[in-house]
């Protein structure tokens, strides 16, 4: 059955455009907390690419598939409505969103957004839409027409346990809202409000990226349903909505190539192992684990791959952070005191490699027996230098090591000085273990 939809004549029209659309009449009741068997979770698509869904469907750790088979000790059954994923089509798939609406579901169920809310009022301004998704009556116009996305969130949102913009297209507008665009592309909290809270309570829950870690949303909803069961503490987030926990640090602080910034070393063209901060990262100012967490299971991410960070994590994106193929101006101050600090200290450093990749065996004998290269003997000033450091190493501290007759202490004899409870008597008086 087509759903009839009560809307101003003029909002379709131009005039004082509004979304063709009113919130529902009543406010669905306060869920109640946990346990529940079932969540449902509807997911829904405005201007995206689609990177979103890949990317969950990429998760591991924890899976998806847990949820969806219900398998995941204390979680409830997750069913998820997906526009691709989902095997029901047409009226059967919109009907549960239509449930949802109307308040039978008969369960709780959170709200999915990717890809940015498109202002549905221009389009509506020569009968058109941006971003749609099944087909309904309009009662001041002929036939079935498309139901913006937007209208569903608009519908759906106040309803929901919790509403989760995935991707920065639905947490901060991403590329479909850059300057010039034509849709008035905007996230999910521009959309909804600051006062917009979910039947639970919470505002708009923000997962960004570009496209996000697959990882980071099914964390985030696992934390969020450990909350509705009633078995965990609400996850915390930060001022915007992000999960505190997996955005608060950045790039560069769990970045593989931070060694080679803070010795003063880096890239001249991608490819080089060295930071690339010179070649437009932009990784010690943006939040995003990638780094850390590798793109799908522990694999990849972008400097893992070679890539510069444009920061598809942040609000500014894309706009505050293009060209991307400029390195940030910010960056000449820091790389410069790098540059210089790191002359030494990588000098220093190399010293300390070298002395430890030789044995110490290796060093009283004054040769390396390496078939597989010449390896440069000590010169006399090195050997200082490393004795030196070795008295400084060992100052205050035991010199690892046995002394002359300790060896006996290991096979249970007690000697003067060493105390009884360093001998393992079960070692020492055990079958095959005599006492000398
Ligand atoms: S590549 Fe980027 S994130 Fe990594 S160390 Fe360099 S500036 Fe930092
Ligand atoms: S490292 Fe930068 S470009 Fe890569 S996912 Fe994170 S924010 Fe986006």
Not at 125 to 138: D, F, H, K, L, S
Request: charged share 20%; aromatic share 8%; net charge negative.
């Amino acid at each position: 059955m087509a759903r009839v939809i009560e809307q101003e004549p003029e909002a379709v029209q131009g005039g004082q455009p509004s979304i063709p659309e009113t919130r529902p009449e009543e406010k669905p009741q306060r869920l109640p907390l946990g346990p529940l068997q079932t969540v449902h979770v509807f997911w829904l698509a405005g201007m995206s690419c689609d990177g979103c869904s890949i990317a969950v469907t990429g998760a591991t750790n924890p899976g998806i598939e847990g949820l969806l088979n219900g398998i995941v000790p204390a979680m409830p059954k997750v069913l998820l409505h997906h526009p691709v994923l989902s095997v029901e089509a047409g009226e059967e798939f919109v009907q549960s969103f239509k449930d949802a609406v109307d308040g039978t579901l008969g369960a709780p169920y959170v709200v999915v957004y990717e890809g940015s809310v498109a202002d549905e009022r221009i389009a509506a301004r020569t009968g058109g839409y941006w971003c749609a998704m099944g087909m309904e009556t309009i009662v001041d116009r002929e036939g079935t027409h498309p139901v913006p996305t937007a209208t569903w969130l608009q519908r759906m949102a106040p309803g929901a346990a919790a509403t989760i913009a995935i991707g920065t297209c639905a947490t901060w507008g991403g590329v479909p809202s850059a300057d010039g665009n034509p849709t008035g592309a905007m996230s999910l909290m521009d959309f909804l409000g600051k006062d917009y809270r979910s039947a639970f309570g919470l505002p708009v829950i923000n997962i960004p990226g570009c496209a996000p870690l697959g990882d980071n949303f099914t964390e985030t909803v696992f934390a969020i349903l450990l909350y509705l069961q009633g078995l965990g503490p609400l996850p915390t987030f930060d001022e915007l909505g992000r999960p505190a926990w997996l955005f608060t640090e950045t790039v560069h602080q769990g970045c593989s190539r931070a060694g080679y910034y803070e010795e003063g070393t880096f890239a001249e063209h991608y490819g080089d192992p060295e930071c690339l901060v010179e070649i437009g990262c932009w990784g010690p100012v943006v939040n995003c684990n990638i780094v850390k967490r590798g793109a799908i299971n522990h694999m990849g991410g972008c400097m893992a791959a070679g890539g510069i960070c444009i920061a598809c994590t942040m609000p500014g994106f894309p706009d505050k952070f293009a060209p991307f193929y400029k390195a940030p101006p910010g960056g000449i101050i820091s790389t410069t005191i790098s540059r210089s600090t790191g002359l030494v200290v990588r000098r220093l450093r190399r010293l300390s490699n070298r002395h430890g990749n030789r044995e110490v065996r290796w060093d009283k004998l004054g040769e390396v027996p390496s078939g597989w290269g010449h390896v440069e003997a000590q010169t006399p000033g090195l050997k200082v230098m490393e004795f030196f450091y070795k008295k400084w190493q060992n100052w205050g501290a035991r010199k690892p090591g046995r002394r002359p007759g300790e060896e006996d202490r290991f096979w249970g004899v007690q000697r003067p000085g060493i105390p009884s409870d360093y001998i393992d008597s079960s070692v020492t008086e055990g079958p095959g273990h005599e006492r000398h």
